[in-house]
């Protein structure tokens, strides 16, 4: 079935570096995919979305990039702080054009912010 | 300011018993759904919905029920035919398209049976 996965579980990041985080998607006909960042025992928030039309999309911090050829989709922040330390999640928007979203989640990974 | 509220934050429950948790947005979206979220897992869909009184099944909805009779609620309910409840539940409201497909998400609410 399709699906949406991430390389790494646990990404650890020393504070004022850059911080990569990578997902891989099997739908090639996606055409909307989102970042999330959750906090132990919160819901999830919304960082930065991207559609199949772009290659790259740039945030506060954050970039996502989207490589289509291989179904790959990153996300780049810069300059990681403490408060970056959470799990992060991509999903791919499953839903049919004029209806309701329908995401599928990857499993996540735990970005750790050390001093 | 505008937002998701789930309630209760904690609850706990005896086997055999049913729960039901709520979900109020004053966004004014009309989508609204409900995703359960295990430990060391990512976001599984149980139920949406695009309007009122209308819902669909998402990928894991047995042992679940939901209605829709409000634009702003969206109540779900764990039945005891659920054999695994012990989980995190969050609600989600998002605008449909040609809008954004950004799903909000609320505080979650963290359910487990005794």
């Known amino acids: 079935g399709e699906s949406v996965g991430l390389h790494l579980p646990t990404l650890s990041v020393q504070e004022g570096d850059n911080s990569i985080i990578n997902c891989a998607y099997s739908?090639?006909?996606?055409?909307?995919f989102i970042w999330y960042k959750q906090e132990s025992g919160k819901g999830p928030q919304f960082i930065i979305d991207?559609?199949?039309?772009?290659d790259k999309r740039q945030g506060q911090r954050v970039t996502v990039l989207l490589n289509k050829t291989v179904k790959h989709l990153s996300l780049q922040i810069a300059a990681t702080q403490p408060g970056d330390s959470a799990v992060y999640f991509c999903?791919?928007?499953?839903?049919?054009?004029?209806?309701?979203?329908?995401?599928?989640f990857g499993t996540g990974t735990r970005l750790q912010v050390t001093l | 300011d505008g937002g998701i509220t789930q309630s209760p934050k904690y609850l706990f429950r005896k086997e055999g018993q049913n729960v039901t948790l709520s979900c109020e947005q004053n966004?004014?979206?009309?989508?609204m759904y409900w995703y359960r979220q295990d430990p060391g897992q990512g976001l599984r869909l149980i139920y949406y919905?695009?309007?009122?009184?209308?819902?669909q099944k998402g990928d894991i909805a047995e042992g679940y029920s939901v209605s829709r009779e409000k634009k702003e609620s969206f109540p779900l309910t764990v039945t005891s035919a659920q054999k695994n409840p012990t989980a995190f539940y969050l609600c989600?409201?998002?605008?449909?398209?040609?809008?954004?497909?950004?799903?909000?998400f609320g505080a979650g609410s963290r359910l487990t049976v005794l």
């Open positions: 989600a409201s998002s605008r449909i398209p040609p809008g954004a497909n950004v799903l909000t």
């Open positions: 739908n090639s006909a996606s055409d909307y």
């Open positions: 991207i559609r199949s039309n772009m």
């Open positions: 999903a791919e928007n499953r839903g049919e054009a004029g209806t309701a979203s329908k995401l599928t």
């Open positions: 966004l004014n979206h009309d989508a």
């Open positions: 919905s695009q309007i009122v009184n209308d819902f």
